[in-house]
Protein backbone atom coordinates (compact mmCIF):
# COMPACT_ATOMS: atom_id res chain seq x y z
CA UNK A 1 0.00 0.00 0.00
CA UNK A 2 1.04 3.53 -0.80
CA UNK A 3 1.45 5.95 1.88
CA UNK A 4 -0.78 8.26 0.06
CA UNK A 5 -3.71 5.06 0.31
CA UNK A 6 -2.56 5.20 3.80
CA UNK A 7 -3.45 8.46 4.22
CA UNK A 8 -6.48 8.48 2.90
CA UNK A 9 -7.43 5.30 4.81
CA UNK A 10 -7.10 7.26 7.95
CA UNK A 11 -8.77 10.47 6.86
CA UNK A 12 -11.56 8.53 6.22
CA UNK A 13 -11.37 7.02 9.76
CA UNK A 14 -11.50 10.22 11.60
CA UNK A 15 -14.28 11.75 9.03
CA UNK A 16 -16.56 8.62 9.71
CA UNK A 17 -15.66 8.44 13.40
CA UNK A 18 -14.32 11.99 14.29
CA UNK A 19 -11.22 13.21 15.73
CA UNK A 20 -12.06 11.68 19.18
CA UNK A 21 -13.10 8.01 17.93
CA UNK A 22 -9.84 7.37 16.36
CA UNK A 23 -6.44 6.99 17.69
CA UNK A 24 -3.76 9.29 17.80
CA UNK A 25 -1.91 8.05 15.18
CA UNK A 26 -4.90 7.59 12.85
CA UNK A 27 -5.05 11.65 13.15
CA UNK A 28 -1.70 12.34 12.88
CA UNK A 29 -2.05 10.49 9.17
CA UNK A 30 -4.78 11.31 8.40
CA UNK A 31 -2.78 15.27 8.28
CA UNK A 32 0.08 13.76 6.60
CA UNK A 33 0.81 16.25 2.98
CA UNK A 34 -1.72 18.55 3.99
CA UNK A 35 -4.45 16.34 4.97
CA UNK A 36 -3.53 14.97 0.97
CA UNK A 37 -3.62 17.83 -0.86
CA UNK A 38 -0.04 17.32 -1.12
CA UNK A 39 1.37 14.54 -1.59
CA UNK A 40 4.88 14.88 -2.41
CA UNK A 41 5.16 15.76 1.26
CA UNK A 42 3.25 12.94 2.61
CA UNK A 43 6.91 11.19 3.59
CA UNK A 44 8.65 14.02 5.16
CA UNK A 45 5.59 14.36 7.08
CA UNK A 46 5.66 11.22 8.22
CA UNK A 47 9.68 11.34 9.17
CA UNK A 48 9.16 14.68 11.01
CA UNK A 49 6.30 13.27 12.54
CA UNK A 50 7.89 9.80 13.73
CA UNK A 51 11.06 11.97 14.62
CA UNK A 52 8.78 14.07 17.15
CA UNK A 53 7.15 11.03 18.69
CA UNK A 54 10.78 9.53 19.33
CA UNK A 55 9.20 6.40 18.06
CA UNK A 56 11.32 3.69 16.32
CA UNK A 57 12.75 6.08 13.78
CA UNK A 58 16.20 5.26 12.42
CA UNK A 59 18.07 8.42 10.37
CA UNK A 60 19.39 6.24 7.21
CA UNK A 61 22.68 6.51 6.14
CA UNK A 62 23.23 7.82 2.50
CA UNK A 63 25.92 5.09 1.01
CA UNK A 64 27.78 6.40 -2.38
CA UNK A 65 27.60 3.19 -4.67
CA UNK A 66 28.59 2.70 -8.04
CA UNK A 67 25.33 2.27 -10.84
CA UNK A 68 24.86 1.42 -14.22
CA UNK A 69 26.69 3.58 -17.49
CA UNK A 70 29.20 4.07 -14.92
CA UNK A 71 28.15 6.78 -12.62
CA UNK A 72 27.44 6.79 -8.44
CA UNK A 73 24.21 7.49 -6.50
CA UNK A 74 23.51 8.42 -2.94
CA UNK A 75 21.65 6.03 -1.67
CA UNK A 76 19.94 5.11 1.77
CA UNK A 77 20.44 2.30 3.70
CA UNK A 78 19.11 1.57 6.76
CA UNK A 79 22.08 0.56 9.18
CA UNK A 80 21.37 -2.42 10.96
CA UNK A 81 23.67 -1.36 14.10
CA UNK A 82 21.17 1.75 14.51
CA UNK A 83 18.26 0.05 14.42
CA UNK A 84 19.88 -2.28 16.92
CA UNK A 85 20.30 0.24 18.96
CA UNK A 86 17.28 1.95 18.62
CA UNK A 87 15.59 -1.49 19.74
CA UNK A 88 17.21 -2.09 22.55
CA UNK A 89 16.94 1.44 23.75
CA UNK A 90 13.17 1.20 23.39
CA UNK A 91 13.08 -1.91 25.30
CA UNK A 92 11.47 -4.23 22.36
CA UNK A 93 14.76 -5.60 21.34
CA UNK A 94 14.60 -8.71 23.10
CA UNK A 95 11.15 -9.19 22.00
CA UNK A 96 11.91 -8.86 18.68
CA UNK A 97 15.19 -10.74 18.08
CA UNK A 98 14.96 -13.44 20.97
CA UNK A 99 11.49 -14.20 21.43
CA UNK A 100 11.59 -17.21 23.79
CA UNK A 101 14.95 -18.49 22.62
CA UNK A 102 17.56 -19.24 25.63
CA UNK A 103 20.65 -17.59 24.27
CA UNK A 104 23.40 -19.52 26.29
CA UNK A 105 21.29 -22.96 25.05
CA UNK A 106 21.55 -21.79 22.06
CA UNK A 107 25.16 -20.97 21.66
CA UNK A 108 25.93 -23.94 23.40
CA UNK A 109 24.30 -26.31 21.38
CA UNK A 110 25.85 -24.09 18.01
CA UNK A 111 29.16 -25.62 19.28
CA UNK A 112 29.17 -28.36 17.52
CA UNK A 113 27.79 -27.29 14.51
CA UNK A 114 30.19 -27.76 11.35
CA UNK A 115 32.36 -24.39 10.82
CA UNK A 116 31.10 -22.68 14.32
CA UNK A 117 33.90 -23.85 16.44
CA UNK A 118 35.88 -20.74 16.20
CA UNK A 119 32.95 -18.11 16.17
CA UNK A 120 33.80 -15.10 18.43
CA UNK A 121 30.72 -16.21 20.68
CA UNK A 122 30.97 -19.70 20.68
CA UNK A 123 34.91 -19.39 21.85
CA UNK A 124 33.85 -16.87 24.52
CA UNK A 125 31.41 -18.12 27.12
CA UNK A 126 31.05 -14.80 28.52
CA UNK A 127 29.13 -13.53 25.37
CA UNK A 128 26.56 -16.33 25.12
CA UNK A 129 24.11 -15.13 26.90
CA UNK A 130 24.04 -11.05 25.70
CA UNK A 131 24.21 -12.19 22.07
CA UNK A 132 21.47 -12.29 20.06
CA UNK A 133 21.86 -14.74 16.72
CA UNK A 134 20.40 -13.49 13.53
CA UNK A 135 20.07 -13.99 10.39
CA UNK A 136 20.17 -11.96 6.60
CA UNK A 137 17.61 -12.38 3.99
CA UNK A 138 17.27 -11.03 0.36
CA UNK A 139 14.22 -11.71 -2.13
CA UNK A 140 13.42 -9.88 -4.95
CA UNK A 141 10.10 -8.70 -5.13
CA UNK A 142 8.07 -6.46 -7.64
CA UNK A 143 4.97 -4.09 -7.31
CA UNK A 144 3.52 -5.93 -10.15
CA UNK A 145 4.06 -8.82 -12.68
CA UNK A 146 5.27 -6.69 -15.55
CA UNK A 147 7.53 -4.77 -13.02
CA UNK A 148 11.50 -5.18 -12.89
CA UNK A 149 12.86 -6.74 -9.72
CA UNK A 150 13.47 -4.86 -6.90
CA UNK A 151 15.84 -6.61 -4.00
CA UNK A 152 14.74 -6.23 -1.17
CA UNK A 153 17.42 -6.58 2.03
CA UNK A 154 16.35 -7.86 5.50
CA UNK A 155 18.03 -9.35 9.17
CA UNK A 156 15.88 -10.35 11.92
CA UNK A 157 15.80 -12.84 14.48
CA UNK A 158 16.01 -16.87 14.98
CA UNK A 159 13.33 -17.14 16.55
CA UNK A 160 9.31 -18.21 15.42
CA UNK A 161 6.77 -15.17 15.02
CA UNK A 162 3.32 -16.01 12.78
CA UNK A 163 4.48 -11.87 11.65
CA UNK A 164 6.91 -11.36 9.18
CA UNK A 165 6.51 -7.67 10.51
CA UNK A 166 7.68 -8.44 13.64
CA UNK A 167 10.87 -10.77 12.81
CA UNK A 168 12.17 -8.66 9.34
CA UNK A 169 13.96 -5.52 10.17
CA UNK A 170 14.54 -3.84 6.29
CA UNK A 171 18.17 -2.16 5.73
CA UNK A 172 18.01 -1.67 2.09
CA UNK A 173 15.70 -1.56 -1.30
CA UNK A 174 17.61 -1.36 -4.52
CA UNK A 175 15.99 -1.74 -8.13
CA UNK A 176 18.17 -4.51 -10.17
CA UNK A 177 18.14 -2.32 -13.02
CA UNK A 178 20.46 0.18 -11.29
CA UNK A 179 23.21 -2.60 -10.94
CA UNK A 180 26.54 -2.47 -11.84
CA UNK A 181 27.93 -5.68 -13.30
CA UNK A 182 31.64 -6.12 -14.67
CA UNK A 183 33.24 -9.52 -14.82
CA UNK A 184 30.48 -11.37 -13.43
CA UNK A 185 30.82 -9.10 -10.16
CA UNK A 186 27.99 -7.04 -8.88
CA UNK A 187 29.99 -3.35 -7.45
CA UNK A 188 26.22 -2.44 -6.62
CA UNK A 189 25.84 -5.00 -4.21
CA UNK A 190 29.17 -5.38 -3.25
CA UNK A 191 29.60 -1.74 -1.65
CA UNK A 192 26.02 -2.10 -0.08
CA UNK A 193 27.55 -5.06 1.72
CA UNK A 194 30.94 -3.81 2.29
CA UNK A 195 28.49 -1.34 4.60
CA UNK A 196 26.38 -3.67 5.78
CA UNK A 197 29.33 -6.05 7.00
CA UNK A 198 30.84 -3.15 8.77
CA UNK A 199 27.27 -2.69 10.69
CA UNK A 200 26.82 -5.90 11.64
CA UNK A 201 30.53 -6.53 12.73
CA UNK A 202 29.92 -3.55 15.17
CA UNK A 203 26.85 -5.22 16.62
CA UNK A 204 29.13 -8.12 17.43
CA UNK A 205 31.56 -6.33 18.68
CA UNK A 206 28.30 -4.81 20.90
CA UNK A 207 29.62 -0.96 20.58
CA UNK A 208 28.16 2.14 18.48
CA UNK A 209 30.89 3.31 16.16
CA UNK A 210 33.62 5.45 16.78
CA UNK A 211 34.04 6.53 13.63
CA UNK A 212 31.73 7.00 10.84
CA UNK A 213 31.49 4.47 7.51
CA UNK A 214 34.31 6.11 4.55
CA UNK A 215 32.32 8.25 3.01
CA UNK A 216 29.67 8.78 5.52
CA UNK A 217 28.67 11.22 8.55
CA UNK A 218 27.33 9.29 11.45
CA UNK A 219 23.62 10.09 12.51
CA UNK A 220 22.33 12.84 15.56
CA UNK A 221 21.66 9.11 17.45
CA UNK A 222 25.39 7.68 16.37
CA UNK A 223 27.30 11.12 17.08
CA UNK A 224 25.45 10.91 20.49
CA UNK A 225 26.67 7.57 21.09
CA UNK A 226 30.06 7.32 19.75
CA UNK A 227 32.08 4.21 20.98
CA UNK A 228 29.77 3.60 23.77
CA UNK A 229 28.32 -0.44 24.52
CA UNK A 230 24.62 -1.13 23.37
CA UNK A 231 22.20 -0.83 26.12
CA UNK A 232 22.83 -3.86 28.26
CA UNK A 233 25.93 -5.09 26.99
CA UNK A 234 23.76 -6.90 24.04
CA UNK A 235 25.32 -8.02 20.86
CA UNK A 236 24.11 -9.55 17.59
CA UNK A 237 26.41 -12.40 15.54
CA UNK A 238 25.14 -12.95 11.80
CA UNK A 239 24.78 -16.95 11.98
CA UNK A 240 23.58 -17.37 8.53
CA UNK A 241 21.84 -15.98 5.21
CA UNK A 242 18.84 -17.12 3.32
CA UNK A 243 17.68 -16.19 -0.28
CA UNK A 244 16.82 -18.08 -3.29
CA UNK A 245 19.76 -19.21 -5.43
CA UNK A 246 20.11 -15.88 -7.78
CA UNK A 247 20.48 -13.93 -3.92
CA UNK A 248 23.09 -16.42 -3.48
CA UNK A 249 25.07 -16.00 -6.33
CA UNK A 250 25.35 -12.48 -6.15
CA UNK A 251 25.55 -11.93 -2.84
CA UNK A 252 29.18 -14.54 -2.28
CA UNK A 253 29.84 -13.84 -5.37
CA UNK A 254 29.60 -16.98 -6.94
CA UNK A 255 31.10 -18.44 -10.41
CA UNK A 256 28.93 -21.41 -10.72
CA UNK A 257 25.20 -21.61 -10.14
CA UNK A 258 22.31 -23.55 -12.03
CA UNK A 259 22.76 -20.98 -15.43
CA UNK A 260 26.20 -22.30 -16.34
CA UNK A 261 27.18 -26.22 -16.91
CA UNK A 262 28.85 -25.97 -13.98
CA UNK A 263 25.93 -26.11 -11.82
CA UNK A 264 27.08 -26.38 -7.70
CA UNK A 265 29.36 -23.69 -6.13
CA UNK A 266 30.61 -26.28 -3.83
CA UNK A 267 31.77 -29.45 -6.18
CA UNK A 268 32.39 -30.17 -10.08
CA UNK A 269 28.99 -31.41 -11.19
CA UNK A 270 27.93 -30.67 -14.27
CA UNK A 271 25.01 -30.79 -16.50
CA UNK A 272 27.03 -30.42 -20.06
CA UNK A 273 26.13 -33.00 -22.35
CA UNK A 274 28.37 -35.93 -22.20
CA UNK A 275 30.00 -34.70 -19.12
CA UNK A 276 31.63 -37.24 -16.63
CA UNK A 277 30.42 -35.55 -14.14
CA UNK A 278 26.68 -35.28 -14.19
CA UNK A 279 24.94 -33.36 -11.60
CA UNK A 280 21.65 -35.89 -11.63
CA UNK A 281 23.62 -38.62 -11.02
CA UNK A 282 22.90 -39.52 -7.28
CA UNK A 283 24.79 -42.69 -6.80
CA UNK A 284 27.22 -43.93 -4.00
CA UNK A 285 30.20 -43.73 -6.97
CA UNK A 286 29.27 -40.42 -8.41
CA UNK A 287 31.98 -38.51 -10.34
CA UNK A 288 31.41 -35.37 -8.47
CA UNK A 289 31.50 -36.87 -5.24
CA UNK A 290 35.34 -36.80 -5.31
CA UNK A 291 35.57 -33.27 -6.15
CA UNK A 292 33.80 -32.05 -3.11
CA UNK A 293 35.16 -28.68 -2.01
CA UNK A 294 35.68 -28.21 2.05
CA UNK A 295 34.51 -25.22 3.57
CA UNK A 296 38.18 -23.76 3.48
CA UNK A 297 38.97 -24.36 -0.48
CA UNK A 298 35.25 -23.30 -1.44
CA UNK A 299 35.77 -19.73 0.47
CA UNK A 300 38.49 -18.53 -1.82
CA UNK A 301 36.60 -19.17 -4.87
CA UNK A 302 34.44 -15.98 -3.72
CA UNK A 303 34.82 -12.49 -2.67
CA UNK A 304 32.00 -11.22 -1.37
CA UNK A 305 32.30 -8.63 1.42
CA UNK A 306 29.95 -10.97 3.60
CA UNK A 307 33.25 -12.77 4.16
CA UNK A 308 34.63 -10.17 5.96
CA UNK A 309 32.06 -11.24 9.11
CA UNK A 310 33.52 -11.92 12.20
CA UNK A 311 33.23 -15.56 12.48
CA UNK A 312 32.65 -15.81 9.20
CA UNK A 313 31.80 -19.74 7.95
CA UNK A 314 30.86 -21.39 4.65
CA UNK A 315 27.85 -22.85 6.99
CA UNK A 316 26.30 -19.77 7.14
CA UNK A 317 24.90 -19.74 3.52
CA UNK A 318 21.46 -21.45 4.06
CA UNK A 319 20.68 -23.93 1.35
CA UNK A 320 17.59 -23.04 0.09
CA UNK A 321 15.53 -26.60 -0.76
CA UNK A 322 11.95 -24.81 -1.82
CA UNK A 323 14.14 -23.33 -4.31
CA UNK A 324 16.40 -26.36 -5.17
CA UNK A 325 13.12 -28.33 -5.62
CA UNK A 326 11.00 -25.90 -8.00
CA UNK A 327 13.73 -24.52 -9.71
CA UNK A 328 17.13 -26.37 -9.56
CA UNK A 329 18.14 -30.18 -9.36
CA UNK A 330 15.80 -31.56 -7.78
CA UNK A 331 12.92 -30.55 -10.24
CA UNK A 332 12.91 -33.60 -12.25
CA UNK A 333 13.21 -35.75 -8.88
CA UNK A 334 9.76 -33.92 -7.72
CA UNK A 335 8.02 -34.49 -10.61
CA UNK A 336 8.28 -38.13 -10.94
CA UNK A 337 7.93 -38.54 -7.47
CA UNK A 338 4.27 -36.99 -7.61
CA UNK A 339 3.94 -39.01 -11.08
CA UNK A 340 4.73 -42.17 -9.40
CA UNK A 341 2.49 -41.32 -6.25
CA UNK A 342 -0.39 -40.44 -8.55
CA UNK A 343 0.03 -43.69 -10.21
CA UNK A 344 -0.32 -45.28 -7.06
CA UNK A 345 -3.43 -43.40 -6.02
CA UNK A 346 -1.60 -41.84 -3.35
CA UNK A 347 -4.27 -38.59 -2.40
CA UNK A 348 -7.56 -40.63 -3.61
CA UNK A 349 -9.03 -43.43 -5.81
CA UNK A 350 -9.29 -41.67 -9.13
CA UNK A 351 -7.22 -41.27 -12.00
CA UNK A 352 -3.70 -40.13 -12.45
CA UNK A 353 -4.76 -36.82 -13.20
CA UNK A 354 -7.57 -36.65 -10.07
CA UNK A 355 -4.79 -37.39 -7.93
CA UNK A 356 -2.58 -34.65 -9.09
CA UNK A 357 -5.86 -32.09 -8.86
CA UNK A 358 -5.60 -33.24 -5.11
CA UNK A 359 -2.05 -32.66 -4.53
CA UNK A 360 -1.99 -29.67 -6.23
CA UNK A 361 -4.96 -28.64 -3.70
CA UNK A 362 -3.09 -30.10 -0.88
CA UNK A 363 0.22 -28.16 -2.34
CA UNK A 364 -1.65 -25.10 -2.22
CA UNK A 365 -3.51 -25.70 1.30
CA UNK A 366 0.45 -26.27 2.54
CA UNK A 367 1.50 -22.90 0.87
CA UNK A 368 -0.97 -20.68 2.97
CA UNK A 369 -0.21 -22.45 6.49
CA UNK A 370 2.03 -20.76 8.69
CA UNK A 371 5.20 -22.64 8.66
CA UNK A 372 7.21 -24.10 11.44
CA UNK A 373 11.10 -22.81 12.11
CA UNK A 374 12.43 -25.63 10.03
CA UNK A 375 10.79 -24.43 6.84
CA UNK A 376 10.90 -20.99 7.01
CA UNK A 377 14.38 -20.24 8.38
CA UNK A 378 16.58 -22.98 7.02
ZN1 LIG B 1 27.90 -30.14 -5.69
Redesign the pocket.
Known amino acids: MSLSALQRICAASVQEHGAEGVAEMTQVLAQLGNGGRCKNNILRDLQVALERDNALYVTPTYLTIPIAHGRTMQWPVVPPHELFGKLLQHNVGSRILRGTLDLSGFWNSMATEPGFARHPVVNDHSKRAQTFPIRIHGDDGRWSGKERPILVLQWGGMHHTPHPYDCRLLCCVIPGILYRKSRKINHTLRAIWTFLTWSFNLMLEGRWPAEPFPGTVLSALGASQAGNCFPGGMRAAVIGSKGDWKFEKETFEQTRSWQHNDV?C??N?SKATGTQLPFYDFSSGAG?RAT?LSDEEACPLMSSPLLGLDGWARAMIWDDLLHAIFIGPAKSFAGSAITLLARQHHWNDGTVDDNLAMACLAFRSWCFRPKNDSVRLQ
Open positions: CLCAWV
